[in-house]
């Protein structure tokens, strides 16, 4: 803290000088003057004499005490100018502590903030580096399961291919044995011309087990209409049989699919005879060929 300047004299100095301090000074002025031309007596006591002048005081200052005054107006108007200006650096010295302790308080403010932003920064800062590693754990895991997909894909696809491949094969078994119990039924071996007969026979030796599309014969015999509304069902079938399926018979015994389909058209069995047989008949008919 700056120590406050104190200035060396009044700060308001009155217009007139009192006639007793007037005097005070002549006084000191006369004492000085006696102190520097006093003769000591033989006791060491000074002789002392005021030599005053008849004029008063105005003379024994050399003149008037308003021509003394003039002389210190202008000392005095420069102390009030000090003391004015004094006065004044001291108010902008209060207000540059105003202004300093209010930005200090405002950079406080800032810097506290700062600090709590920096604070937010390095949470935000860690949390993004958990979500990074997060992120990365889950396409590690992202990866291993399309991986995993992938492979359960191609599984699929194989299965899918090997259930197309039972199926066709099912049905595949299914033409042979139905159109063995046509050749049963009609004699196909022995009524179509060659080399169609020879396949027919072919086909005849490689029944699959015992499974039966017509029965001709046992405890499940099937009467005349059952037996024409099969003939009547493998015919439909045979012209709308599945190209793999088709092409498999074909391979294995030649063009008899197609003999046999031109011989149960030759038949000309009439649609009709659906209403032959019961719905239990249909349906029976119908599983067969999804089994």
């Excluded at 006591?45 to 202008?74: E, K, N, R, W, Y």
């Excluded at 026979?201 to 099937?222: I, Q």
Aim: charged share 25%.
């Amino acid at each position: 803290m700056e120590k406050d300047y104190v200035p060396a004299v009044s700060d308001a100095i009155p217009a007139q000088i009192t006639q007793s301090v007037l005097t005070s000074v002549a006084a000191d002025h006369s004492l000085h003057h006696v102190a520097s031309t006093q003769t000591p007596t033989a006791e060491g006591h000074p002789a002392l004499t005021m030599p005053v002048a008849s004029g008063g005081i105005d003379t024994f200052l050399g003149g008037s005490t308003s021509s003394f005054l003039d002389d210190l107006q202008p000392s005095r108007l420069l102390m009030l100018a000090l003391v004015e200006e004094n006065t004044a650096l001291k108010n902008k010295v209060k207000e540059l502590r105003s202004e300093v302790e209010l930005f200090r308080g405002k950079s406080n403010d800032l810097a506290l903030t700062l600090h709590m932003k920096g604070s937010e920064l390095d949470l935000l800062r860690q949390q993004n580096d958990r979500l990074k590693e997060e992120v990365n754990a889950l396409n590690v895991q992202l990866a291993e399961f399309r991986l995993e997909n992938t492979r359960l894909r191609s599984n699929e696809q194989t299965h899918i291919k090997q259930l197309r491949l039972l199926q066709n094969e099912l049905l595949y078994t299914k033409y042979v044995n139905a159109i063995q119990d046509a050749n049963a039924l009609y004699n196909l071996e022995n009524v179509l011309p060659p080399p169609h007969c020879e396949h027919m026979k072919s086909l005849h030796s490689d029944r699959v087990g015992a499974t039966h599309y017509v029965y001709t014969f046992g405890k499940y015999k099937d009467n005349p209409d059952q037996q024409l509304y099969k003939m009547y069902e493998l015919h439909r079938r045979l012209k709308s049989l599945p190209p793999r399926t088709h092409q498999a018979l074909l391979r294995r015994y030649g063009d008899v699919v197609d003999e046999v389909s031109q011989f149960l058209e030759n038949l000309k069995i009439p649609d009709t005879c659906v209403n032959l047989v019961s719905q239990d008949d249909i349906d029976q008919l119908a599983e067969w060929w999804l089994d």
